[in-house]
Each structure stands twice: as structure tokens, then as C-alpha cells.
């Protein structure tokens, strides 16, 4: 989503709407954080003086007390509903070359950051 917003300070790409094609990614990110901190949380203070764990007494706060993975469950729910939408976005957004170098640089740009292998295809 940054790089879509970065270009898009720079004046290019304008016609494109994050907000429809990334849909609630940001919630999502926030409450799958605050329900991951709350896990863990759960199991550094239920761990026992042996390492022992009792799982479904965590399981059992973490689901039935917690308004964290309500939360999240309803951003799942919420980016799920959109999913669709989304690709169907996306395909229109394909149909401006501008669009598609700036997703073919992303793409180029994740593979070399992430240290996978870049393959360039050339075309005769």
C-alpha cells in the first residue's frame, strides 16, 4: 500500500484508490497485532515453572474475554467481503499501462529486497 500512496504524492497514478483496492488492510494489520500481543501476554503469564502450558485456559481468555479477537474476527470478515472487489478493481487498474509498470517495478522491487531471484523475460 506505501508504495501505491508514494507515487501517488509524486503526482502519478492518481486515478488509483487505495482505500478500494487495499480495503481495510490497515484495521486488519492493527487488530491481528493487538490480538497476537494479548496471546502472547496470555502465555508469558500462564507458562509454568517447567514450560508446562494449559492451552485451552489460554485458548479460553483469549477467545471468550477478549474483545480483541472479536476484533479481528470481524476485520477478517470485513477484508474477506472485499476480496473481490478488490481483484475486480485491480483487473480495471491493469488496463493503464502506467498502472501496470508501476506494479511490475513493485513486483521487481519486492524480489529484490526479499532475496529472491529476479527473472527478466524479454520479449522478441
Same mark, same amino acid.
Given at each position: 500500500?506505501?508504495? /501505491?500512496? *508514494? &507515487?501517488?504524492?509524486? %503526482?502519478?497514478?492518481?486515478?488509483? #484508490?487505495?482505500?478500494?483496492?487495499?480495503?481495510?488492510?490497515?484495521?486488519?494489520?492493527?487488530f491481528t497485532y493487538a490480538?497476537?500481543?494479548?496471546?502472547?501476554?496470555?502465555? /508469558?503469564? *500462564? &507458562?509454568?515453572?517447567? %514450560?508446562?502450558?494449559?492451552?485451552? #485456559?489460554?485458548?479460553?481468555?483469549?477467545?471468550?474475554?477478549?474483545?480483541?479477537?472479536?476484533?479481528?474476527?470481524?476485520?477478517?470478515?470485513r477484508y474477506a467481503l472485499?476480496?473481490?472487489?478488490?481483484?475486480?478493481?485491480?483487473?480495471s487498474l491493469r488496463r493503464?499501462?502506467?498502472?501496470?509498470?508501476?506494479?511490475?517495478?513493485?513486483?521487481?522491487?519486492?524480489?529484490?529486497?526479499?532475496?529472491?531471484?529476479?527473472?527478466?523475460?524479454?520479449?522478441?
Amino acid at each position: 500500500m506505501d508504495p /501505491l500512496k *508514494n &507515487v501517488q504524492v509524486e %503526482g502519478y497514478i492518481m486515478y488509483a #484508490e487505495p482505500e478500494i483496492l487495499f480495503g481495510n488492510l490497515d484495521e486488519l494489520c492493527t487488530f491481528t497485532y493487538a490480538f497476537c500481543k494479548e496471546f502472547l501476554r496470555l502465555l /508469558l503469564e *500462564n &507458562v509454568g515453572p517447567f %514450560g508446562e502450558l494449559p492451552v485451552s #485456559e489460554i485458548l479460553e481468555k483469549l477467545y471468550s474475554k477478549s474483545t480483541k479477537a472479536t476484533s479481528l474476527s470481524q476485520a477478517f470478515h470485513r477484508y474477506a467481503l472485499n476480496y473481490i472487489n478488490a481483484l475486480n478493481y485491480l483487473e480495471s487498474l491493469r488496463r493503464h499501462s502506467d498502472f501496470c509498470e508501476f506494479e511490475k517495478a513493485t513486483k521487481i522491487s519486492y524480489l529484490n529486497v526479499s532475496g529472491a531471484e529476479t527473472v527478466v523475460f524479454r520479449v522478441a
